[in-house]
């Protein structure tokens, strides 16, 4: 492109693939600009591809953002069908250990230094206030704004220090919601002074990017955050920040069922935010659609050309820090934060050929399904293990000797009656059975934390024998 104006718009684009090899328009894009590229688990098949996928983007283009979500626990890319091995943010705060925080984010940044990735869309910086809120849940370090603060900046460091840039989420705060932005837009009704905290201690620590929620703050603003010029105003002016503004992808229905896509892209970076996430389900076409949007946008004067620039080079900066610099991977760091977070109560052993019945629900739209299970991982040691999974409206097996749930504060049809079944709860350990033989929360269901609970259950019943 000889468009001076249309080089600006695609550095601020992060396009998205589907497949584990780069498409011929990726290649063009990154080639004439284009600013980074947005990885999901279509496109990992093992670490040995990603390095070479990874190695095959930057051949057209050397100074490129490569951004993943690889935040332990639920959500993981590199680890997507085995699980992560490392647990994720609830299990960590639970321990409250910062040396052991920084330890599981420096291991992190050293399995996606060793694949080419230099960018890591984590911590998850937001409190957890609302237990209801359906999308952070086991994501977030906790309820109370000082424990995920002080995490959230020891996850930085310890990521960071592998020259893979942070990025804390979700501005202003999505942890005090009741809906998922990925499917409407939630509204921040209270007070959203204390979910700031966190995101102070992330500047504070140095971290390279922020992105955006697509909540609505009552109090600041109608219209998303994404999008809202106080909002944006408060992360620069009050908190300072003066690293990448990171919209979250544009095709969740908060925006593209609201204002719509293009017209989302120019309100974005006219209110302040410098990239902008075109997410797996847009391809080539809105591409391009958006970046004419903005380009259209600064001629017609409503996004000023001055401000394109601005966001232009602060990804452009971005992408020159962050330098991955592969470390010792930790690998016991996981495992001894998933033990260290365990709750283990009563009699939790079982016999020679239990039966383990685990009740899940609709898969979290970050995390994606999941392909471990603790019947899984139990069957391993256990080869007469019976392993079911339910869903809802499924009968539960009266006879089940291991009950596994997931947030069942928030799912009525998990809460069952089955006293004389060990209860697993992987989610928010809000919801206790009465009576019950054994209890065991996880604190997120990330493989690591189902080993570390399946370690416990053996123990118990080699003891119990």
Known sequence: MSDSLERLASQCLFASFGCPRPPDWIRRELADGLGGICLFSSNVQDRSQLAELTASLRSDRTEVLIGIDEEGGDVTRLEWVEGSSYPGNLALGAVDDLALTERVAASIGSDLAAVGVNLDFAPVADVNSNPDNPVIGVRSFGAEPEVVARHVAAFVRGLQSRGVAACAKHFPGHGDTSEDSHLELPTVAGDFEPGLEPFRAAIAAGVQTIMTAHVRVAALDDAPATLSVPVLALLREELGFDGVVIADALEMKAIADTVGIEAGAVQSLAAGADALLVGRDLGEDWVERIRRAIVDAVRAGELPEARLREAAARVARAAAWARPAPGERDAEAGIAAARAALLVEGDISVGA????????????????????????????????????????GAPVPGEADVVVVRDAHRHPWMQVDAPDAVLVEVGLPLWRPRPVRGYIATRGAGRVNLEAAVEQVLAASVVAR
């Open 353 to 392: 050929a239990p039966l383990v019945v685990e009740l899940r629900p609709c898969p979290n739209v970050a995390a994606g399904p999941a392909f471990h299970s603790l019947g899984a991982l139990l069957q391993e040691r256990l080869p007469d293990v019976q392993a079911v999974v339910l869903a809802e």
